[in-house]
């Protein structure tokens, strides 16, 4: 074992600060789960529905066990999730958080980031492994939790920004939808993207492509019932082989950076673009510099940059590991070595930076 010197003398002050922030880390850390838990069991909803409540009333409301729900109302209270009267003993979801929580309509919504962090915290014992060589772990060889969890977390902001804000800030786009045009959504999930779109513009006709089968089969499911399946079409394709040209428009919605040669990628989508075509690209907000990401958001995205989306493209060829915070400038460098030759950041939310590439 490699011995720890100590070179400078310790602020014992500061070392005690830094141990209660560490023990808040961990109890945030297990709120992960609490929440995860709270969104699965109906907890969140149960409360909406009931007003102030008390441990046996949200257990029977909810079919659970009494002491889990004890303990969980005590942990959220804790966690200044749930407020808690001690003069009545009840406990009630403040109605912010009731958004927060319940409402899957609204770009505010976080059970899915809660869930996606869960699954990716699961796995980790596998990428402390992979770090020592160098190896990847693919988005197909995660747990359930990520996959669901990262389609709940993005689509919320989709449903309220792709089809208001983001695409008409494209420069001519929505006049080629309204019309008719054919769309490619490269590295489509589970579809939300593409069905979004495709009920938006029914004149239009879309192909989402995945290399994920199991995705790529949830997502025709969800054309179904969302009645798009006579417009939509989902393959199993990687980014630098999918099918068709002459694409008015290819949208990436958050998948960029996982790939493992978006160069490569990039090149692909540029000989499937017609001539006056757009490549939408969504990404992660971000900043070009690492000081510019030093804050919650990039925090957030720089542990899933660690765990889940760095690990993707190690896990295929040329694996150039962007990053999750790799920047509209880096994301520049990439596209104008593929052929693209204009390039501009035209929207962008807390959570996205939305960037318009055309040849």
């Known amino acids: 074992m490699t011995e720890v010197k100590q070179h400078t003398e310790v602020d014992f002050d500061k070392l005690m600060a830094f141990v209660f922030r560490s023990v808040g880390e961990v109890g945030a850390t297990l709120n992960t789960g609490l929440v995860v838990m709270g969104d699965k069991l109906g907890f969140y909803r149960a409360m909406a529905a009931s ?62 980031l809660f869930q996606i962090a869960l699954g990716t915290v699961q796995d980790s014992s596998k990428i402390i492994e992979l770090a ?73 006709t879309f192909v989402g492509y995945d290399y994920h089968e199991d995705s790529i089969d949830t997502a025709r499911s969800r054309a179904l019932v969302a009645g798009v399946s006579n417009r939509v079409r989902f393959d199993v394709a990687s980014a630098d082989s999918f099918g068709g040209t002459g694409f008015e428009l290819v949208t990436t919605f958050d998948a960029l950076h ?9 090149r692909h989508v540029r000989r499937s673009l017609a001539e006056d075509g757009t490549w939408m690209i969504v990404e992660p907000m971000a900043g070009d510099h690492v000081q510019d990401n030093l804050n919650p958001v990039g925090r957030a995205y720089y542990g899933f940059s660690t765990l889940l989306c760095t ?23 990439v596209v104008t070595e593929a052929g693209f030759t204009r390039f501009a950041r035209v929207a962008e939310t807390p959570f996205h930076q939305v960037l318009e590439v055309r040849p």
């Not at 029977?60 to 003993?89: C, F, H, K």
């Not at 160098?134 to 939790?145: A, C, F, K, M, R």
């Not at 996982?258 to 990039?266: E, L, R, T």
Request: glycine share 12%.
């Open 51 to 112: 007003g102030p409540t008390t441990p046996s009333r949200l257990a029977a409301d909810t079919g659970t066990s009494e002491p889990y729900v004890r303990e969980w109302l005590n942990g959220q209270a804790a966690g200044m999730i749930v407020e808690y009267d001690a003069a009545t003993g009840e406990y009630t979801l403040p109605p912010e958080h009731v958004v927060a929580l319940t409402d899957e309509s609204n770009p505010a919504f976080l059970p899915g």
């Open 132 to 204: 020592r060589d160098g190896s990847g772990l693919g988005w197909d060889e995660h747990n359930h939790d990520v996959h669901e969890g990262c389609e709940r977390f993005f689509r919320p902001s989709y449903n309220a920004h792709l089809v208001a804000d983001w695409l008409p800030a494209l420069d001519g786009v929505l006049a080629k939808l309204e019309t008719g045009a054919r769309v490619a959504d490269v590295g489509c999930g589970y579809g939300a993207s593409t069905i979004i779109m495709a009920q938006a513009f029914p004149n239009s």
């Open 258 to 266: 996982d790939m493992g040669d978006p160069v490569g990628a990039a």
């Open 311 to 333: 690990p993707a493209s190690l896990s295929q060829e040329v694996g150039l590991a962007l990053g999750t915070q790799a920047g509209p400038a880096r994301i520049r460098q």
